[in-house]
């Protein structure tokens, strides 16, 4: 069977040239795709495109009765703005393909800047915003809108080979957020954080009150569709690989 990614688009013709791509992809608390979802959400932003693969996990995501791709890409003209957000988790061995494809696409369509959203570890109060990045420049737009710039420590995922690429000698420059989280819970709290930091950051106004007031309802509904993934889960294991689970 053939293995490949594929960056499947509905846009007939996409001009992305100069906008910033917002990726949210699981991690801890999943706050990277509760963010980028309410993003998607709150500037009605149009479904251009989705990501396939014969190496993803054969799972669908369903919104309002509507079946829709788990892997999926939005934008808004208005501000800029390309989302791409997935809904499962990702076998181990496709995480790298899939941070360079994602990497390749940015560079062949033009896209200024990839920003990566995401949670981590709470050290005490959960009040603080995290950021990498692969510019040193950015560094100082890091003290201007309170985002503390981590010096030491390691990050995973396809965030991590995203900063990895960019600091190896790649045009696009890459940012990541990462909001203080709970690992073991959905955290909606966790997400606000983080868009709260993007909207200072980019510029863009983001109004996150919804996200926190429905944070309760967001978190035991997520957390319910965890644990009916995670049963449903061994349907699609490979007993060589392992596999990802769909969560949302």
């Known amino acids: 069977m ?7 688009m509905l846009d007939k013709k996409p001009k992305y040239n100069g906008y910033t791509l917002i990726e949210g992809f699981p991690g801890y608390g999943l706050v990277g795709t509760i963010a980028v979802n309410f993003l998607a959400e709150k500037f009605k932003m149009e479904l251009v495109g989705y990501v396939e693969s014969t190496l993803f996990p054969p799972i669908i995501a369903i919104h309002d009765s509507r079946p829709l791709p788990p892997l999926r890409i939005y934008k808004s003209d208005k501000h800029k703005l390309i ?12 995480v790298h ?9 940015c560079e062949k369509n033009g896209i200024k800047k990839i920003v990566s959203l ?29 985002v503390l710039p981590i010096k030491e420590g390691a990050t995973t995922g396809v ?23 709970k690992p073991e819970y959905v955290d909606p709290l966790g997400a606000a954080m983080v868009l709260t930091s993007l909207s200072d950051y980019l510029g863009i106004p983001i109004d996150t009150t919804e996200l926190v007031k429905e944070a309760m309802m967001i978190e035991t509904k997520l ?22 689970g769909m969560y949302a």
């Open 2 to 8: 053939e293995s490949h990614i594929n960056f499947v």
């Open 83 to 94: 989302l791409i957000m997935s809904e499962f988790v990702m076998f181990m061995k496709v």
């Open 97 to 105: 393909l899939m941070a360079d494809m994602l990497y390749e696409w």
């Open 118 to 146: 995401g949670g981590i570890s709470i050290s005490g109060k959960q009040d603080e915003v995290f950021g990498i990045t692969s510019d040193a420049k950015e560094i100082k737009m890091f003290d201007k809108v309170g």
């Open 159 to 181: 965030n991590a080979l995203l900063l990895q690429k960019a600091s190896m000698g790649g045009k696009i420059p890459v940012v990541s957020l990462l909001a203080e989280a």
């Open 223 to 244: 957390r319910k569709n965890i644990e009916t993934a995670r049963k449903a889960e061994s349907t699609f294991k490979e007993p060589q690989s392992g596999a990802g």
